[in-house]
């Protein structure tokens, strides 16, 4: 995308790039900033000793673990549903394909307070479950099906376009060469999808990271079994350690763009070796 | 055209969708006096009641059209939000520290607990068991819940009165029997481990026990359990153990937000109106104890079963430090790295 042609086509390119700047601004740097401002006056000292105690690790730990675990379970997910919906016709099909939205326009506590009644002892699911030892409600495995729900639109949204686009020719080409499905498959097709895979991963990811609606409703939200970073940081609120919540805030910030940008360092990588 | 009659119909709908956010910020009734009441959770159906005869009151004797609205949650919760611009007229929470956070946060004027009777309590009450029927894991006391197996639900205290109120009994059960401080923490970290979920407030705490069907023993307010008991249809029972906790819930006016509304009055009137003998027949018919000694009296457990509420001995949380001061209750057991926290690092790690 040349900025170079845009210039000379569309009118109006200073005023949008301010307009863009001032929104970018008011609504994502200036609160960004306002929290940075907040933990940062409590001294360095300080701020290690709030960031880093062993139930804010426990809970760092939790939310990056159960939203990794649940992005990677969706791009698995993720990829097999873009595929059926792309590759093949049935019955409903632009029905399924809307239903894969429906993440998306849930309230997130709404999804959270359904598991929880399902996968309780007396719910639909539960009562078959927890006999056998699986417990999907109150527990981390609760956390990750939530994340899973939350996450699902993500990795489908971004590979189904790619899919749609690719060459029949390529795997008509890689057929007569004498591939078999399988190979085609693994060395035609999927480099190809690796990058927006990979973008549905991050995107899934960082959802799961910031979810807070849905998680408390299925969590135990139990200190250092159950407790994710968001609720760590509404229960400092609580106690009026504002300056505290901040810090952890930052914390978690600072993690998430970090992990964000070695993925999107990954994503570059792959498409250049696609 | 048709792109045009599109542009049109957003404009229209931009332009209407703006002027009606606007407006419900802006335009308010102003032909009555409106009342904020911030509750803590379990208290709903009682401020419905009160609240109904309270307003048909004011209108008789002052020609006054009023109008309350409610606001639950957990009561460190409700605190923290009065503290950050919730415009509450009264605090009814559940218990002195939450109601102090406000005076220091600069809302409530020194000497609050002082200005309405009785210190400021029109009801109290206590922290009981709530068990599925038939009592089939047989608790009857505070040791029962140390029992392996028996799972335990009690709100988070961090958030919650009533889970202030249910660690308060705990560590009390074993202090007030004459134990020491190590077997008080040996006993609550041992009951804390059987907890399988902390919810937010009391009224959660209700849900995931009555309704989902976690947990043995339900830790709750008196009134919360009568009322979870009458809705269950028999699934449920109330267990009193011999001892408990005497839970006080003050009430206070928020003088800063009164004066500045201008509904100091009516606010007065309000508070005055819960230590009628009405309104504290009211507050005994939803099972808080009312502290108007006679009409108390009346609604005693009598010999022949008749009657609310049982005697039970009763101790005050503040009699669990050497200084009998809230403050320091306060800073033991609930502040960042108290007794709550220490035991629940050694319970989960």
């Known amino acids: ?274 | 055209m048709k792109v045009k009659l599109l542009i049109l119909g957003l404009a229209i709908y931009l332009l209407g969708a703006t002027a009606w956010v606007i407006s419900a910020g802006v335009i308010r009734d102003r032909s009555g006096v409106e009342l904020l009441n911030v509750a803590c959770d379990p208290t709903r159906e009682l401020w419905h009641d009160i609240n109904e005869r309270f307003i048909d009151h004011y209108e008789k004797d002052l020609g006054v059209k009023l109008s309350i609205r409610q606001s639950h949650g957990g009561s460190g919760s409700q605190a923290r939000s009065i503290v950050d611009g919730l415009p509450g007229d009264v605090v009814t929470l559940a218990l002195w520290t939450d109601t102090d956070a406000v005076r220091k946060g600069g809302l409530i004027d020194p000497g609050w607990e002082d200005r309405l009777p009785n210190r400021s309590l029109p009801y109290v009450s206590t922290i009981v068991f709530v068990v599925r029927k038939g009592n089939p894991k047989g608790i009857h006391d505070w040791s029962d819940l140390a029992r392996e197996g028996v799972k335990v639900i009690t709100p988070n205290p961090k958030t919650s009165g009533n889970g202030k109120w249910s660690f308060a009994s705990l560590w009390g059960s074993v202090i007030w029997r004459g134990g020491t401080e190590d077997e008080a923490r040996e006993y609550v970290t041992r009951v804390f481990r059987q907890v399988p979920v902390l919810d937010a407030a009391a009224r959660g705490a209700t849900m995931t026990f009555a309704q989902k069907g976690i947990g043995d023993v339900h830790l709750t307010w008196e009134n919360e359990a009568h009322l979870e008991v009458l809705e269950s249809g028999g699934q449920l029972e109330i267990v009193y153990p011999p001892i408990s906790v005497l839970a006080e819930p003050h009430v206070a006016i928020v003088d800063a937000n009164v004066r500045r509304k201008g509904t100091k009055a009516a606010a007065e009137a309000y508070m005055k109106f819960l230590y009628t003998d009405e309104a504290q027949e009211v507050i005994a018919t939803h099972f808080h104890r009312p502290t108007n000694p006679s009409i108390f009296d009346r609604h005693r457990k009598k010999p022949d079963g008749t009657g609310l509420f049982p005697d039970l001995d009763l101790r005050r949380a503040t009699t669990l430090v050497p200084s009998g001061k809230w403050d320091d209750v306060q800073k033991k057991f609930f502040a960042e790295n108290g007794l709550f926290d220490q035991v629940q690092s050694a319970a989960r790690r």
């Open chain 1, 1 to 274: 995308m040349s900025v170079g042609v845009s210039r000379r086509v569309l009118p109006g390119f200073s005023l949008t790039l301010g307009y863009v700047v001032f929104y970018l601004s008011a609504l994502v740097l200036i609160p960004l900033i306002a929290c940075v401002l907040k933990a940062a006056s409590l001294g360095w000292d300080d701020f290690w000793s709030v960031v880093w105690t062993p139930r804010a690790r426990a809970a760092y730990a939790l939310t990056f673990g159960v939203s990794f675990v649940a992005a990677i379970v969706n791009s698995v997910l993720g990829l097999i549903v873009a595929w059926t919906l792309v590759r093949y016709d049935f019955p409903f099909r632009r029905l399924v394909d809307a239903l894969v939205d429906v993440p998306l326009a849930l309230p997130t506590a709404v999804a959270g307070l359904v598991y929880a009644s399902l996968y309780v002892p007396n719910g639909w699911l539960g009562q078959f479950l927890v006999p056998i030892g699986i417990e999907g409600a109150y527990s981390r495995l609760g956390i990750v099906l939530v994340l899973i729900f939350t996450g699902f639109p993500f990795v489908v949204r971004t590979v189904q376009p790619v899919l749609a686009e690719l060459d029949v020719e390529t795997e008509e080409a890689a057929a007569i060469l004498g591939a078999t499905p399988g190979q085609t498959f693994r060395r035609v097709l999927l480099p190809a999808l690796v990058p927006p895979v990979l973008t549905g991963f991050a995107l899934a990811f960082a959802r799961g990271l910031g979810e807070y609606g849905s998680v408390i409703f299925i969590s135990s939200n139990i200190q250092f079994e159950t407790e994710i970073a968001p609720v760590l940081i509404v229960s400092q609120l609580e106690a009026f350690a504002y300056r505290e919540a901040a810090a952890i805030a930052v914390m978690l910030l600072a993690m998430s763009f970090t992990l964000l940008v070695v993925i999107n360092l990954l994503e570059r990588w792959s498409q250049r070796h696609a």
